[in-house]
């Protein structure tokens, strides 16, 4: 029966002790905070329950699989969720991921049609600006200039 319990247990011991050393190595060589929450939210939260499953079969049916489920079960609430306020916490306070984010084809050929939209409207309005001008400069030199009426009545008024 032991020999059993080893074939089984052994896997789950081996697995979930290559997911939180996988785990330790994202937190050190992955480039920014989330990131790393991932590696540290997620790999170790696998790792912890394969150890715990491979410790289950072990221990057999006593308090201790009790225990381990308590602690299992516990992990898997508490980790997630303190990824999770972190991740917020982080993004409220203004961290950036230091990796910008891919975007798909269809995700950038809308952005370039709205970014040819907001073009052509933003060189409308100067076109229309530059004919506003245009007529601005007319209207104030016809101003200037005296109208033809003006234009005899200073010449009858000059002395001659």
Same mark, same amino acid.
């Given at each position: 029966?032991?020999?059993?319990?080893?074939?089984?247990?052994?896997?789950?011991?081996? &697995? #979930?002790?290559?997911?939180?050393?996988?785990?330790?190595? #994202?937190?050190?060589?992955?480039?920014?905070?989330?990131?790393?929450?991932?590696?540290? #939210?997620?790999?170790?939260?696998?790792?912890?329950?394969?150890?715990?499953?491979?410790?289950?079969?072990?221990? #057999?049916? &006593?308090?201790?699989?009790?225990?381990?489920?308590?602690?299992?079960?516990?992990?898997?609430?508490?980790?997630?969720? &303190?990824?999770?306020?972190?991740?917020?916490?982080?993004?409220?306070?203004?961290?950036?991921?230091?990796?910008?984010?891919?975007?798909?084809?269809?995700?950038?050929?809308?952005?370039?049609?709205?970014?040819?939209?907001?073009?052509?409207?933003?060189?409308?309005?100067?076109?229309?600006?530059?004919?506003? &001008?245009?007529?601005?400069?007319?209207?104030?030199?016809?101003?200037?200039?005296?109208?033809?009426?003006?234009?005899?009545?200073?010449?009858?008024?000059?002395?001659?």
């Amino acid at each position: 029966m032991e020999l059993a319990a080893d074939i089984l247990s052994w896997p789950f011991l081996i &697995s #979930g002790v290559l997911f939180s050393i996988v785990g330790g190595i #994202g937190l050190i060589r992955l480039p920014d905070l989330y990131s790393r929450m991932h590696a540290a #939210g997620i790999v170790d939260t696998i790792g912890i329950a394969l150890i715990s499953i491979g410790l289950i079969i072990q221990a #057999g049916a &006593s308090i201790v699989t009790v225990k381990l489920i308590i602690i299992v079960v516990f992990v898997f609430i508490t980790s997630p969720t &303190s990824t999770h306020a972190l991740a917020k916490a982080a993004l409220h306070g203004a961290v950036r991921p230091a990796v910008p984010r891919r975007r798909s084809e269809t995700e950038q050929a809308k952005r370039g049609e709205d970014e040819a939209k907001r073009n052509e409207d933003e060189a409308k309005p100067s076109e229309e600006k530059a004919e506003r &001008s245009e007529d601005e400069t007319k209207r104030s030199e016809d101003e200037t200039k005296p109208s033809p009426d003006e234009a005899t009545e200073a010449k009858d008024k000059t002395p001659s």
